[in-house]
């Protein structure tokens, strides 16, 4: 249920399912017992162009549409959620560069993803998440040039990344209409990256600050106009919040595939626990939840392809699946009993995973906000 695929889409489907069962799903359960980034598993990944996946076919890309890609996302989050999340962030990272960029600097962008490598939006900061006009990363005019100084945290690819696109204030005094966005290069000195951050989940993808000291970047490194950042950012997030409701109905899905697997295996009383009604009922649950957050996703996708409206739609599918990835993550481990708290089995490390996408890219507090604004005005 959910998303309909064109035959063209079905196939690229099948074809990155096959390649996270094999390659990611068993694979990454050693990386997040160690914390270490799975560098090979994510180059086999980047070489399969699912870093690249948002690239437009005008500049080299497949071209694939929005509902396609989310069925995607879903199938890598279902293998591995931070494999999932190093993936997408790249595509994260994109999206201003498409939205602002001009010709020069979207091709730049688009080239170093088709060629296998890594991208990092950078907005958010030790006191600017959700309120970003407390931004301080500053951006000064320097004739030609902007010198930045300032630190972001909780950079996904901040490690990684062969470019970056950075928030920073060019205009205090405007608030967030004096945010400007810049597209910065890896080595670009002045640039440095900070400890990698040691996560209660997503442990396989890669979490750092990222730090600017005295860092001059060209003029011709801004992104649209000085002032457009946060509008900039705010468009990126809304078209990336329906994907991240991907992701989470992929670890929903996961947690539902190994309670059934469980509960079939699992024998009191002379029977499996799958013909007890409790355990049915629990499953029945978690799985109208998961088609409905599947459903609010396609819909979210499928109006962002037709160019409907669909920032609320976006809103309403990030904060509903983030919520109930979370929900039968632990009906998945109380299915699992004893088994499902502890690490020999997979669901504990569901659970974990799923915490995130309650947080990242727009809390879900943030995302009832949008959505209340967004009912009060009649839209």
């Known amino acids: ?24 799903k068993e694979q990454c359960k050693s990386y997040d017992a160690s914390g270490e980034f799975p560098a090979e598993i994510v180059r086999m990944g980047a070489e399969m162009g699912l870093s690249a996946l948002e690239v437009p076919a005008e500049y080299g890309g497949v071209g694939i549409d929005a509902v396609t890609c989310a069925a995607i996302c879903e199938e890598m989050a279902r293998a591995d959620a931070g494999f999932y999340t190093t993936m997408s962030a790249s595509g994260l990272a ?29 907005l958010t900061e030790p006191m600017a998440g959700s309120d970003s006009s407390n931004t301080k990363t500053t951006a000064d005019k320097d004739g030609d040039s902007y010198i930045l100084n300032g630190r972001k945290c909780f950079i996904t690819n901040g490690g ?25 290069p890896k080595d670009t000195p002045g640039l440095s990256v900070g400890s990698h951050e ?12 990222v730090v600017m000291e005295d860092m001059r970047v060209p003029a011709s490194a801004l992104l649209g106009k000085e002032g457009s950042g946060f509008m900039i950012s705010m468009k990126t997030l809304d078209m990336s919040r329906a994907y991240v409701g991907a992701g989470a ?23 499996p626990i799958s013909n007890h009604q409790a355990i049915q009922f629990m499953l029945a649950d978690m799985d109208i939840k ?19 409206s669909f ?13 109930i990835a979370v929900e039968v993550a632990l009906d998945a481990i109380q299915i699992l009993g004893g088994y499902g708290y502890s690490r020999e089995y ?16 727009g809390t879900n507090q943030i995302q009832r906000s949008v959505i209340a604004k967004s009912v009060i005005k009649g839209r």
């Open 346 to 361: 997979p669901v504990e490390k569901l659970l974990r995973d799923a915490k995130i996408f309650q947080i990242y890219e």
């Open 198 to 209: 040691n996560k209660m989940g997503i442990r396989t993808s890669n979490t750092t600050d």
């Open 311 to 323: 920032a609320k739609e976006s809103a309403i599918a990030k904060c509903y699946a983030g919520d």
């Open 160 to 184: 990684i990344a062969d470019f970056y696109v950075i928030f920073a204030m060019t205009n205090k005094a405007k608030g967030v209409r004096g945010i400007s966005a810049f597209l910065v």
């Open 94 to 122: 994109l999206r201003p560069v498409l939205i602002a960029g001009n010709e020069e600097q979207k091709k730049w962008a688009c080239d170093v993803l088709l060629n296998g490598g890594q991208a990092a939006f950078g």
């Open 1 to 24: 249920m959910g998303y309909i695929l064109t035959e063209e889409g079905s196939e690229l489907v099948a074809t990155v399912k096959e390649f996270c069962e094999k390659e990611v």
């Open 249 to 271: 109905v992929g670890i929903a899905q996961r947690c539902i595939d190994e309670a059934v697997k469980y509960a079939k295996q699992r024998v009191t009383f002379g029977s």
């Open 290 to 308: 998961t088609e409905t957050a599947r459903a609010m996703v396609a819909q979210a996708v499928q109006r962002q392809e037709q160019g409907l």
